[in-house]
């Protein structure tokens, strides 16, 4: 099937592997068919595209090796990551314990404070039973001598008085018993004061020897809490960008796959196995030896009908082609072709890899039916080749 277009307006179909069209030489009157631009695209887009697949597949095994590295970092990451988080725990905990203690000693010293305000309560009154005592001793002791003094100033005439002499002796024992029991009163609470003192100054040093201590330790670990958080925030923000570039890297894998995968289909082990671009009936069957040539099939379909790309391929040509409409044509592997003619739109980027199925467009107005559909076509080298042959039998 002979299409004529002038060179002014059109461009050569673009080769695969995302190389820029060189421009035709303008010509006027120069007709130019599918198969001269399909053998004009193989000629010059084969061996790139052999170059082109050794380069991606270069690509692959240092991307390969780059994220193998990536992983490796990320376990390293994560392993130092565990030990600081250990670590941190670590402190963590004897920054409680500390606290604890703290707050141990703190209450001591509170209790102290209670227990000293009592002691000094009981003292202020043992003190004042202390003064009682002392008067009483005073004045048994001032009663004792007067008794002295008289006996001494009479020479002792009075000492025949038996019944005074023993009045005054029986008074004599009851004051120093009294005396006694307010010694021995006096005695005990000034035991138990100095044993309250004693238990007082022992509180007293274990705190003024551990609070200080128990500080400093304190403020060291909170400063190696600092650290760590600033070690972990460090490490998690490395362990991040390392999971982004990984991710960044796994992707581009995954596109490198695919265009290895696309460059490497092998269209010829799909004979007879693909479907059919759109749904529709067959108007025109392929005949290139029928005046004018008819190189593909044609399909009767509705307007608007979505055209599907019959196999894996990248898209390398995308345009409008006088009296064709727009034209996508797809190439598969280094070595098949397939055309979509007529079509209404398409939204396909030259340089696009597509998996099979892919929408490649909208049917249109189709000439040669008068009405909606499509013209398709395949070819292996510049040749073009039965497509109802390849396609699923119906």
């Not at 202390?130 to 000492?159: C, D, V």
């Not at 005949?287 to 190189?295: E, V």
């Not at 509705?302 to 082609?321: Q, R, Y």
Request: with cysteine; charged share 25%.
């Amino acid at each position: 099937m002979n299409m004529p277009w002038n060179s002014m307006a059109l461009r050569l179909l673009r080769p695969m592997c995302s190389l820029r069209l060189c421009s035709l030489v303008s010509v006027r009157g120069v007709l130019c068919s599918f198969a001269v631009c399909l053998a004009l695209l193989w000629g010059t887009g084969q061996g790139e595209c052999a170059v082109r697949l050794g380069e991606v597949k270069a690509t692959l095994e240092k991307e390969q090796a780059r994220a193998q590295h990536r992983k490796e970092s990320l376990e390293r990451l994560t392993t130092e990551e565990r030990t600081l988080d250990k670590g941190l725990a670590a402190a963590e905990t004897r920054i409680l314990a500390i606290e604890e203690g703290l707050e141990n000693y703190q209450k001591k010293l509170g209790d102290l404070v209670v227990h000293d305000e009592t002691e000094r309560i009981a003292y202020e009154q043992l003190l004042k039973e202390k003064e009682k005592t002392e008067n009483a001793l005073n004045e048994t002791a001032h009663f004792l001598w007067e008794l002295t003094g008289r006996h001494i100033s009479t020479g002792g005439r009075e000492l025949f008085d038996w019944a005074r002499m023993d009045r005054e002796h029986a008074w004599s024992v009851a004051l120093f018993s009294a005396l006694g029991q307010h010694r021995s009163l006096l005695d005990k609470q000034e035991e138990d004061l100095a044993q309250v003192l004693g238990r007082r100054k022992k509180i007293s040093e274990e705190v003024a020897e551990n609070l200080p201590a128990a500080e400093l330790e304190k403020a060291k670990l909170l400063q190696a809490r600092v650290r760590y958080s600033q070690q972990l925030d460090s490490l998690r923000q490395k362990r991040a960008d390392a999971e982004e570039e990984l991710a960044t890297t796994m992707k581009l894998i995954e596109s490198l796959h695919f265009q290895v995968k696309t460059y490497e289909t092998d269209l010829k082990t799909l004979k007879g196995r693909i479907p059919w671009p759109v749904n529709g009936r067959v108007e025109k069957t392929f005949s290139p030896g029928s005046t004018p040539p008819y190189r593909g099939v044609g399909l009767r379909t509705v307007e608007g009908e979505p055209v599907k790309a019959v196999a894996a391929g990248t898209v390398v040509h995308n345009d409008i082609l006088r009296g064709f409409g727009r034209v996508v044509v797809l190439q598969h592997g280094q070595e098949y072709y397939s055309l979509y003619a007529y079509l209404q739109e398409s939204p396909m980027e030259v340089g696009t890899s597509i998996t099979a199925g892919t929408q490649v467009g909208k049917a249109g107005m189709y000439p040669v039916v008068e009405g909606p559909g499509i013209y398709f076509e395949l070819r292996f080298h510049q040749k073009a080749i039965n497509p109802q042959e390849w396609l699923v039998q119906r």
